[in-house]
């Protein structure tokens, strides 16, 4: 009796952690759209929102291991959706500024006070992600058993991550169609209504179910390890910097680069293009959830940034005359072969995390708050391609930063992944 309860709160746990998962890409995904509407206004702001959400990673990342550590994976995730709310609702109260709140300029152009409040609302989601990837990626992981079954959850859990993601642009795209001087956060507040009103629903139903916690592997003993002694826990972090960033890179400019392209309804094109990225992601997911049972991190990851340098290059290449036809307007052939790059990209946070936290034993806790902090990747790496692109490259050539990041990501697979530290005792 007590093997079947003890199963159920398995269950209820797994179901919880993925159900997070959803609303971690939720979050995520409403900077790049609402950069399309800040980017038409200042032509710097398209991933400065994006930016301030990853930054917020870089000041939590550590601090959310240790609140797992000290109150467990419940109350970090009740906190961390209570932060998700505020930060939503900062967003919203950014569309109450009049156009004449101007604060200061940069470079003689007036920087208004409902971008400023709109980036506060990004920096605060930033810590709610934050706390909700520290929680529910070691959870999944540990309910696995770690190995491969223990990345086949952060798999399945990533799948319901893609369908958020391929859900968030499409509908925000809707909302703002096409992109003008007069279009601004007003145009995608009823989504910030029905997001509060998610995230309320969800702070029930995770303060009603119960999460089994893990045993606390913290003692009072300072150990003179840490994971920064793991060299493939090292490399395995700078992997995550980059991944982040070539995740939010691809689908965040071919946004912009479609959007530019001013045609009528470009946004709305931008934004079903982007989707299917997206959903490509929650393929490659689907697909994985199976297959990682038997079919290794270090394979997947192998072939997966191997491809996706393939088909960048091919998109960088190809002539922009080259177009095809999408939802009645003429888009260049090579934003669907980066956006190919979906079902890549889909298999490479799991792995990742798979193979940089394999065999550090109690020091998984510590380790995946470090993780989280590298997350920062995926607004600074963004934010160097957006400047590339403005003022260097153009927005297809400054995907060759993409190209040398994913080359990392392949070294990192092919040697750096090894455990060389297999002496340092880790119960």
């Excluded at 003890?6 to 797994?14: L, M, T």
């Excluded at 959310?64 to 419940?74: R, S």
């Excluded at 400019?253 to 309804?265: A, D, S």
């Excluded at 109690?362 to 708050?369: L, N, Q």
Aim: glycine residues 12%; positive net charge.
């Amino acid at each position: 009796m007590e093997q079947t309860t003890n199963k159920q709160g398995v269950i209820v746990a797994i179901i919880s952690m993925m159900f997070l998962f959803a609303m971690i890409s939720f979050v995520t995904n409403l900077a790049a759209p609402f950069g399309n509407i800040w980017g038409h206004t200042y032509s710097w702001a398209g991933m400065v929102g994006n930016l301030m959400n990853f930054l917020a990673y870089l000041f939590m990342g550590i601090p959310a291991g240790k609140m797992i550590v000290k109150y467990g994976y419940k109350k970090t995730a009740l906190v961390a959706v209570a932060v998700g709310f505020i930060g939503l609702f900062i967003q919203y109260v950014s569309s109450l500024f009049g156009a004449n709140s101007v604060l200061f300029s940069i470079s003689g152009q007036p920087v208004m006070m409902n971008f400023i409040v709109y980036l506060l609302g990004a920096f605060v989601c930033g810590f709610c992600v934050c706390m909700l990837n520290t929680v529910v990626n070691p959870m999944l992981n540990l309910l696995g058993g770690g190995g491969n079954k223990g990345n086949q959850l952060i798999q399945t859990g990533g799948t319901l991550n893609s369908l958020a993601a391929t859900l968030t642009p499409f509908f925000v795209g809707v909302l703002i169609g096409q992109v003008t001087d007069k279009t601004s956060m007003v145009d995608v507040t009823p989504l910030l209504w029905v997001a509060m009103g998610v995230f309320a629903v969800t702070f029930l139903v995770i303060a009603m179910v119960t999460i089994p916690e893990p045993k606390s592997t913290a003692s009072g003993e300072k150990s003179k390890h840490s994971p920064w002694n793991f060299r493939h826990f090292v490399l395995g972090a700078v992997a995550i910097f980059f991944y982040v960033g070539i995740e939010v890179g691809i689908p965040g400019e071919l946004n912009f680069y479609i959007t530019k392209l001013g045609f009528p309804g470009a946004a709305a094109v931008a934004g079903g293009i982007v989707a299917i990225y997206w959903l490509l992601m929650l393929v490659g997911r689907f697909v994985s959830s199976f297959i990682s049972g038997v079919v290794s991190s270090r394979t997947q990851l192998i072939v997966t940034s191997s491809l996706a340098i393939i088909l960048l290059i091919i998109a960088i290449m190809l002539p922009e005359s080259l177009a095809v036809t999408f939802r009645g307007s003429q888009v260049p052939m090579k934003a669907f072969f980066i956006i190919a790059c979906g079902l890549c990209t889909s298999v490479m946070w799991g792995g990742i995390f798979n193979l940089a936290t394999e065999g550090l034993g109690k020091y998984t806790a510590s380790a995946s708050g470090i993780f989280m902090m590298m997350v920062v990747g995926g607004g600074v790496m963004p934010f160097i391609q957006d400047v590339l692109s403005t003022k260097v490259l153009g927005y297809i050539g400054s995907y060759w930063l993409v190209v040398a990041m994913l080359a990392y990501l392949l070294y990192y697979a092919l040697a750096g992944c090894k455990n060389v530290n297999k002496d340092i005792p880790v119960e």
